[in-house]
């Protein structure tokens, strides 16, 4: 799968957008983007996934450019309990489950 | 539906014993990943296991094992324990094998001393 790159922490305003970026310039026809986040202390949380149109749902959207070398994951009106650690990870439609987890982006949200 | 459980949830052994943890995917959901989560190593995969058999396995050692039931219930095993396996142990369930999409359970906080 391919590699992603993210922001080591990010901060927004309660209320506000956040917008959390992810690189993965290298990613292939066949993986998609998944996003998932993990709340202090409990189990990562899928949020959304997309392969090259945009998505939405009820807890986010996700923008994927055209090129697919990036995507913006927006949580339209952050709350506190919206601060997490979240994680943009490429996924083939193999047979492997494995998820690759990177470091993510710590996303503080104040009030 | 009820989500992922995982037993117990807060475990201390000491080193060399050996540990079983449990884990009781989403109703419907056949394949179930295992993951050790440290502070220095981050998300790691342990195995994947679907229809009651390994499919994938990640670079650890041979001390780590596992195996599915017929229920899809999975089980976790560490032999030996050794300090640096103070660790939280997630165990994710999905509908079938390979999918991205994983729902993750409370995981299992073990202590080794």
């Known amino acids: 799968d391919a590699k992603t790159t993210q922001p080591t922490s990010m901060d927004c305003a309660e209320g506000r957008a956040a917008n959390l970026p992810c690189n993965h310039s290298?990613?292939?026809?066949?993986?998609?983007v998944y996003w998932y986040r993990q709340i202090h202390s409990q189990g990562p949380q899928y949020i959304i996934h997309?392969?090259?149109n945009n998505e939405t749902n009820e807890m986010a959207s996700l923008i994927i450019t055209e090129d697919r070398k990036s995507s913006t994951l927006i949580l339209p009106h952050a709350t506190l309990r919206d601060t997490a650690v979240y994680y943009c990870?490429?996924?083939?439609?193999?047979?492997?489950?494995?998820?690759?987890f990177g470091q993510g982006t710590t996303l503080q949200v104040k009030p | 539906k009820a989500g992922v459980t995982q037993t117990p949830r807060y475990l201390i052994k000491t080193r060399g014993q050996q540990v079983t943890l449990s884990c009781s995917p989403i109703s419907g959901h056949r394949s179930v990943s295992w993951y050790q989560q440290t502070p220095g190593q981050g998300l790691q995969f342990l195995f994947e296991y679907f229809s009651e058999t390994q499919r994938n396995k990640g670079n650890f050692p041979g001390r780590f094992s596992g195996r599915q039931f017929s229920n899809s219930r999975s089980e976790m095993n560490v032999s030996t324990l050794e300090l640096g396996d103070s660790a939280l142990y997630l165990c994710?369930?999905?509908?079938?094998?390979?999918?991205?999409?994983?729902?993750f359970g409370p995981g299992t906080r073990l202590l080794v001393l």
């Open positions: 997309g392969l090259k």
């Open positions: 290298t990613i292939s026809g066949n993986e998609y």
């Open positions: 994710a369930s999905s509908l079938g094998q390979g999918t991205g999409t994983q729902y």
């Open positions: 990870i490429a996924h083939g439609s193999s047979n492997t489950g494995k998820l690759i």
